[in-house]
């Protein structure tokens, strides 16, 4: 972000394709993803990309999903083939042919943005458009981070780092009964772990005050995949939530992973898990914790995140 790669610039409003609709912005959240595209981490798929990913909007083209008016999410995943084997057995995260918002396509760092009906998604009632935003990519991954991580029901649930993505995630377990241990660097983050109904929070690399049947890790940091497997129980699983992720130091069999712990990753989310997440939303008022810029200072968004400096997710409102 140092060398500041986004600029402002003026350009038409963009023309909605077949299947898709024109959307006009009404709040879009900064996500961690936008940061690796912005700064490179992820290989350019698009030059000058417009980033974002968690839009919420108002329809303003009649499609034959949406009414005009409607108000509608726009997530990262935007394209997925429906006919390779992956699609095929209804993982769809995993097809290789699959586009991004925010990366592939322009995203919702714009006042107009379009999208293909059929990745869009209907929204919960009861939230502001800026509590919506963070739903859209952090709530969804939480959400399937949650799941591949197998919390038997009951459990104890570690959760490393604890920004937009893991606050929801966090709120999900308890909301199933979990007892959710938060480890991260942040006091902040700590505070709001706490305020949640977090049962302890501790420096990221701490452990946990007893073993946990399943982990999340949420920051990108390869040096905790060690603490955090340290810290599972027998049979405890570990899944990592992050699209990057620094190197992980080498593992010691006997410490790491022995008495059939797992390290899984995820990758993405099916529409499923969206509507999922969506559906949990709608029956579970979430406490959604944002901090509003406005869209010309998208960068200060940015480089905030990079620094740590935001408490629960950013949002850009136009
Ligand atoms: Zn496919
Ligand atoms: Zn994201």
């Given at each position: 972000?140092?060398s500041?790669?986004?600029?402002?610039?003026?350009?038409?409003?963009p023309?909605?394709?077949?299947?898709?609709?024109?959307?006009?912005?009404?709040?879009?959240?900064?996500?961690?993803?936008?940061?690796?595209?912005?700064?490179?981490?992820?290989?350019?798929?698009?030059?000058?990309?417009?980033?974002?990913?968690?839009?919420?909007?108002?329809?303003?083209?009649?499609?034959?999903?949406?009414?005009?008016?409607?108000?509608?999410?726009?997530?990262?995943?935007?394209?997925?083939?429906?006919?390779?084997?992956?699609c095929?057995?209804?993982?769809?995260?995993?097809?290789?042919?699959?586009?991004?918002?925010?990366?592939?396509?322009?995203?919702?760092?714009?006042?107009?943005?379009?999208?293909p009906?059929?990745?869009?998604?209907?929204?919960?009632?009861?939230?502001?458009?800026?509590?919506?935003?963070?739903?859209?990519?952090?709530?969804?991954?939480?959400?399937?981070?949650?799941?591949?991580?197998?919390?038997?029901?009951?459990?104890?649930?570690?959760?490393?780092?604890?920004?937009?993505?893991?606050?929801?995630?966090?709120?999900?377990?308890?909301?199933?009964?979990?007892?959710?241990?938060?480890?991260?660097?942040?006091?902040?983050?700590?505070?709001?772990?706490?305020?949640?109904?977090?049962?302890?929070?501790?420096?990221?690399?701490?452990?946990?005050?007893?073993?946990?049947?399943?982990?999340?890790?949420?920051?990108?940091?390869?040096?905790?995949?060690?603490?955090?497997?340290?810290?599972?129980?027998?049979?405890?699983?570990?899944s990592?939530?992050?699209?990057?992720?620094s190197?992980?130091?080498?593992l010691?069999?006997?410490?790491?992973?022995?008495?059939?712990?797992?390290?899984?990753?995820?990758?993405?989310?099916?529409?499923?898990?969206?509507?999922?997440?969506?559906?949990f939303?709608?029956?579970?008022?979430?406490?959604?914790?944002?901090?509003?810029?406005?869209?010309?200072?998208?960068?200060?968004?940015?480089?905030?995140?990079?620094?740590?400096?935001?408490?629960?997710?950013?949002?850009?409102?136009?």
């Amino acid at each position: 972000m140092a060398s500041g790669p986004l600029r402002l610039s003026d350009e038409p409003r963009p023309v909605p394709g077949a299947g898709e609709v024109l959307v006009r912005v009404l709040a879009c959240g900064v996500c961690r993803t936008d940061l690796h595209v912005s700064e490179g981490d992820l290989e350019v798929h698009r030059a000058s990309v417009v980033p974002g990913h968690e839009v919420v909007g108002e329809v303003v083209s009649p499609g034959s999903r949406f009414a005009v008016g409607e108000r509608v999410g726009i997530a990262w995943l935007r394209h997925t083939c429906g006919e390779c084997r992956y699609c095929r057995r209804g993982a769809e995260n995993l097809c290789p042919n699959s586009r991004y918002t925010g990366w592939d396509a322009d995203g919702g760092y714009a006042d107009y943005t379009v999208v293909p009906e059929a990745y869009a998604y209907r929204l919960p009632t009861g939230y502001s458009n800026a509590e919506l935003a963070p739903l859209l990519c952090a709530g969804i991954i939480g959400y399937r981070a949650l799941e591949r991580a197998d919390l038997p029901d009951g459990g104890r649930l570690g959760v490393y780092g604890f920004g937009a993505s893991a606050h929801l995630a966090a709120q999900v377990a308890l909301a199933r009964g979990a007892t959710v241990h938060v480890l991260t660097r942040s006091a902040a983050a700590r505070e709001l772990a706490l305020s949640l109904g977090a049962a302890s929070a501790g420096p990221a690399d701490a452990m946990p005050p007893e073993p946990l049947d399943a982990a999340i890790l949420f920051a990108p940091v390869g040096d905790l995949v060690l603490p955090a497997l340290a810290a599972l129980d027998r049979g405890g699983t570990l899944s990592i939530a992050g699209i990057h992720l620094s190197d992980i130091p080498v593992l010691n069999y006997q410490r790491h992973l022995f008495q059939e712990r797992q390290l899984r990753s995820v990758t993405a989310n099916t529409r499923q898990d969206g509507a999922d997440f969506m559906a949990f939303a709608a029956q579970h008022r979430l406490h959604v914790t944002t901090t509003p810029y406005p869209l010309d200072h998208a960068d200060r968004a940015l480089t905030d995140l990079a620094g740590d400096r935001v408490d629960g997710a950013a949002v850009l409102v136009p």
